[in-house]
């Protein structure tokens, strides 16, 4: 397809489990963005890949929560010994070039900790 | 901080109604304004945007209006269709700040009746 995918969809896990969530960009965006959104709440910044960069990891709410990136590809956000607070959607977005406000974004994966 | 508030909602209006959704900011300086649409089941997509004062960004009918005397970007549309049924959110971009910061109102989900 041509847009931002993400999967799963929907994650249902338990209290102190790993998970981990992926994003597939659109092809040739040297951008990756992953954000978090609380219900009722606003997207909140977790971090952002730029080619071979060092990520922008400001956002990442604690050190239970990674990310990596393949190249320009795929990218993986972990979230380690889940906490029910981790539930929200988390969002994954893209874009053509590093600082772009035209940034694709994906369905989102909603994750449940139960 | 920088902050974006929007109206809460959900707003219900009849087809061919006028819509405003309120948003308004806080930021240092003139930031750069957005609004996102997301319709049911795909991502967030860029409707319009300002980047500087006295701006009006315009897309599919709506329009918003960068007001720094306000500090508002209210968005509006004359005639609004079943199909505009989504969530919006307002947002924007600091200045002199990366496109990662970008900082998302909470989302206004707005219902339109036939």
């Known amino acids: 397809g041509a847009g931002v995918s993400q999967s799963p969809s929907n994650k249902v896990t338990e209290k102190g489990k790993d998970v981990e969530l992926r994003c597939d960009p659109i092809s040739g965006h040297t951008a990756l963005y992953w954000y978090r959104q609380r219900l009722g709440q606003g997207l909140e910044f977790l971090i952002y890949f730029q080619g071979n960069s060092a990520p922008d990891k400001s956002g990442l709410p604690s050190d239970r929560f990674s990310a990596e990136r393949t190249g320009e590809s795929v990218s993986t956000l972990t979230i380690q010994r889940t906490q029910q607070e981790d539930s929200a959607v988390y969002l994954c977005a893209s874009s053509l070039a590093g600082d772009s406000y035209e940034q694709y974004f994906g369905p989102g994966t909603r994750l449940t900790v139960t | 901080g920088d902050s974006v508030t929007q109206m809460e909602g959900p707003v219900t209006l009849s087809e061919e109604a006028f819509l405003t959704i309120n948003c308004t900011y806080t930021?240092?300086?003139?930031?750069?304004l957005f609004w996102y649409v997301q319709y049911p089941g795909e991502g967030l997509q860029l409707l319009l945007k300002?980047?500087?004062?006295?701006d009006k960004g315009s897309n599919k009918g709506f329009e918003a209006t960068y007001r720094k005397e306000t500090t508002s970007f209210h968005l509006e549309k004359g005639s609004v269709q079943v199909s505009d049924s989504a969530v919006y959110f307002c947002?924007?971009?600091?200045?002199?700040?990366?496109?990662?910061?970008?900082?998302f109102g909470s989302g206004t989900r707005l219902s339109i009746r036939p």
């Open positions: 930021a240092t300086g003139y930031p750069s």
């Open positions: 300002a980047t500087k004062a006295d």
């Open positions: 947002a924007l971009i600091p200045k002199y700040s990366s496109a990662s910061k970008i900082i």
